[in-house]
């Protein structure tokens, strides 16, 4: 079987195709026009964005998304993304089903070649605003916690729990009854508004350089009981 003709390119990197894409794009030529309106009247492309509904679904997304999700901006429409284990397959089940919901599409799951990694992803136009969380390196921006879940306890529990299930680790070592149940981030404010949850909650939690934690064994078990610790 012959090679297709354009393996190994992109729209970017094949030199004719980019050629007739920059032509195009500086006559303001716009070739998919007709097949946008069409697929439009068919309701295969939304005529609007309406705001996402509030629900412990959308606090849960916004917490995995915050902790292991990334969104890209493009010209025309914007991207999500949210990187997995690939050995943990109820993760992937869980935040594939749930970004079907929310978005009302279904997403694209695809394993990262040569890396123990599968990305949950999305295209759609403003993923970023409905979600009200920023695209690009989050990094060392100050993230806060959007009203709506901080005025809800079960839209806290959920909140915190995507933010766990994405950057939460658990270890328990019996002998010396030592329980450590943290969640670990770069972005302070980020360690911030766990810390906070935890405490509108009841919780004791510890803040750490890089983690907010709770190693107070009764505290451990409830909390992971309460927002069901990689129970899928």
Same mark, same amino acid.
């Given at each position: ?87 943990? #397959?109820?993760?992937? @089940?869980?935040?594939?089903?749930? +970004?079907?919901?929310?978005?009302? *599409? $279904?997403?694209? !799951?695809? %394993? ?87 405490? #509108?909650?009841?919780? @004791?939690?510890?803040?750490?350089? +890089?983690?907010?934690?709770?190693? *107070? $064994?009764?505290? !451990?078990? %409830? ?10």
């Amino acid at each position: 079987m012959k090679s297709s003709w354009n393996k190994g390119f992109t729209k970017d990197t094949h030199p004719s195709v980019l050629r007739t894409a920059r032509t195009m794009k500086r006559k303001k030529i716009d070739n998919f026009k007709e097949w946008r309106e069409r697929m439009r009247r068919i309701g295969k492309i939304p005529q609007n964005y309406p705001p996402l509904s509030l629900s412990g679904n959308l606090a849960e997304y916004i917490g995995v998304v915050l902790g292991d999700g990334n969104i890209s901006k493009f010209p025309r429409t914007e991207r999500i993304i949210i990187s997995a284990n690939s050995n943990n #397959l109820g993760f992937v @089940n869980r935040y594939t089903k749930l +970004t079907k919901q929310i978005f009302n *599409k $279904k997403p694209t !799951v695809s %394993k990262v070649y040569n890396k123990n990694n599968i990305r949950i992803g999305l295209y759609q136009k403003e993923i970023s605003k409905r979600l009200g969380i920023p695209s690009g390196d989050r990094g060392r921006l100050n993230i806060k916690t959007p009203n709506w879940i901080l005025k809800n306890q079960s839209y806290l529990i959920r909140y915190l729990r995507g933010l766990f299930e994405a950057e939460g680790s658990l270890s328990v070592h019996k002998p010396t009854c030592t329980y450590n149940f943290q969640f670990s981030n770069k972005n302070q404010s980020l360690l911030k508004n766990v810390e906070n949850g935890l405490k #509108l909650l009841g919780y @004791n939690p510890e803040i750490r350089k +890089t983690s907010t934690r709770l190693r *107070k $064994k009764l505290e !451990v078990e %409830k909390f992971r009981k309460l927002i069901k610790f990689r129970v899928y």
